[in-house]
């Protein structure tokens, strides 16, 4: 079974600029999570997407952080512009959304703001 | 409000010792608890997880957690480390309700010396 598949693994950018993130869940889990991991720290949850519907985006700094889940299966998570303190792992995972179901993360998209 | 406390930033035990990660847990309901580890770059990789049942759970790479509702706390141990066991440890609770959604501990580091 293939697993989360995120791209890219590192990028690096200046403050100010543009990135996008990209996401594929494991196949059949509806339930789709991007996190922000920042070094040193936990992984604290952005935005929670149920199918391709958003169920909670709360910690989502939404002047700059945008996501979306199309058709209920990949996800792009952008941020415009970028600051500094946006360094950090964001964390894509996926799960059955079943409330026993554990989740499964892919292996993160490093980003470095200069 | 659901949370998780792990207390301690870094454990550090010698290989083949026995080795305890702790974690507490807050939750109103029922709880549904899990461990993931973290290797340097890497996502994070589910270890075991406690539904209901048994209190003692026995997961990957000879983990293994016991459950204590009484004391609300949810330890990962091993009989004997590996110091290919030192990574990032975290500990997560997932709510039964809600959209399912995970709260993470903040992380400990284990250090396995030979």
């Known amino acids: 079974e293939a697993g989360v598949a995120q791209s890219p693994r590192y990028k690096i950018i200046e403050k100010r600029q543009s990135v996008a993130f990209w996401c594929n869940p494991i196949?059949?889990?509806?339930?789709l999570y991007w996190y922000q991991q920042i070094l040193g720290q936990g992984p604290k949850l952005l935005i929670q997407f149920q199918n391709n519907g958003v169920v909670d985006d709360s910690q989502l700094p939404k002047d700059r952080f945008s996501a979306e889940r199309l058709k209920g299966v990949d996800s792009t998570l952008k941020i415009q512009p970028a600051k500094l303190e946006d360094s950090a792992v964001y964390l894509c995972a996926s799960s059955l959304g079943t409330d026993t179901g554990e989740l499964f993360f892919g292996e993160g998209s490093r980003l470095t703001v200069l | 409000a659901q949370s998780v406390a792990q207390p301690e930033d870094q454990v550090n035990v010698a290989e083949g010792n026995p080795l305890t990660v702790k974690c507490t847990y807050s939750v109103s309901g029922n709880p549904y608890l899990f461990w993931y580890v973290q290797y340097p770059n890497r996502g994070l990789q589910f270890l075991l997880k406690?539904?209901?049942?048994?209190?003692l759970v026995k997961g990957s790479y000879g983990f293994e957690a016991e459950f204590n509702k009484s004391q609300t706390s949810f330890h990962l141990k091993k009989p004997s480390a590996l110091v290919s066991d030192s990574a990032l440890y975290f500990c997560a609770v997932r709510e039964g309700y809600n959209f399912n959604k995970f709260y993470f501990g903040s992380g400990t580091k284990l250090n396995v010396k030979p």
């Open positions: 406690y539904i209901t049942g048994d209190n």
């Open positions: 196949s059949g889990h509806a339930t």
